[in-house]
T-cell receptor, first 109, second 113 residues
Framework: SQQGEEDPQALSIQEGENATMNCSYK?????LQWYRQNSGRGLVHLIL?????REKHSGRLRVTLDTSKKSSSLLITASRAADTASYFC?????????FGKGTRLSVIA | NAGVTQTPKFQVLKTGQSMTLQCAQD?????MSWYRQDPGMGLRLIHY???????DQGEVPNGYNVSRSTTEDFPLRLLSAAPSQTSVYFC????????????FGSGTQLSVL
């Protein structure tokens, strides 16, 4: 069974807008990671946030983690057409990483 | 430094045939794993290994075998292919079990007729 669930399943925005994706999970975790998958390709690691961290930044990416609500969000600022991809959260709770079903982001130029 | 290499990229099998999906990494990673990705299902873990000679089952292991004789290689064997095994298969590795970022191969698209 999958630990993380992303929301929304699909998101369509205009270039330059911000995109926010959410991930909810069920049990206590050690860390939470976000990955990107371009169509037909393997997943690429974006960012890792540990359970004792609340926010992390990497370039145009901002990830927050709320362990009391068992949720995380990924914000992509000033989106570009090249950000069009599927985004997955993955949770580590002492076992191999468990992935959610992903959010499909479309950025329209 | 090639990272994680998967072969073949595409494969068509008939029901009942067997085959091996190859995965090799050149990063000296101890941890390797196999996932399958189906539409609407996300990625599901098939098998994983925390080091040479050690393997364990994931969420969907039935119909698949693995072995880990070297640190570099982690092949996935389909013993008797079934249409339900039509999927995209990804191999991934990291420098320790589970907790750190995974490096993924480019995938094998398998169709079983």
């Amino acid at each position: 069974s999958q630990q993380g669930e992303e929301d929304p399943q699909a998101l369509s925005i205009q270039e330059g807008e911000n995109a926010t994706m959410n991930c909810s999970y069920k049990t206590s975790i050690n860390n939470l990671q976000w990955y990107r998958q371009n169509s037909g390709r393997g997943l690429v690691h974006l960012i890792l946030i540990r359970s004792n961290e609340r926010e992390k930044h990497s370039g145009r990416l901002r990830v927050t983690l709320d362990t009391s609500k068992k949720s995380s969000s990924l914000l992509i600022t000033a989106s570009r057409a090249a950000d069009t991809a599927s985004y997955f959260c993955a949770t580590d709770w002492g076992t191999p990483l468990v992935f959610g079903k992903g959010t499909r982001l479309s950025v329209i130029a | 430094n090639a990272g994680v290499t998967q072969t073949p990229k595409f494969q068509v099998l008939k029901t009942g045939q067997s085959m091996t999906l190859q995965c090799a990494q050149d990063m000296n990673h101890e941890y390797m794993s196999w996932y399958r990705q189906d539409p609407g299902m996300g990625l599901r873990l098939i098998h994983y290994s925390v080091g040479a000679g050690i393997t364990d089952q994931g969420e969907v292991p039935n119909g698949y075998n693995v072995s880990r004789s070297t640190t570099e290689d982690f092949p996935l064997r389909l013993l008797s292919a079934a249409p339900s095994q039509t999927s995209v298969y990804f191999c991934a590795s990291s420098d320790r079990q589970g907790g750190e970022k995974l490096f993924f191969g480019s995938g094998t698209q398998l169709s079983v007729l």
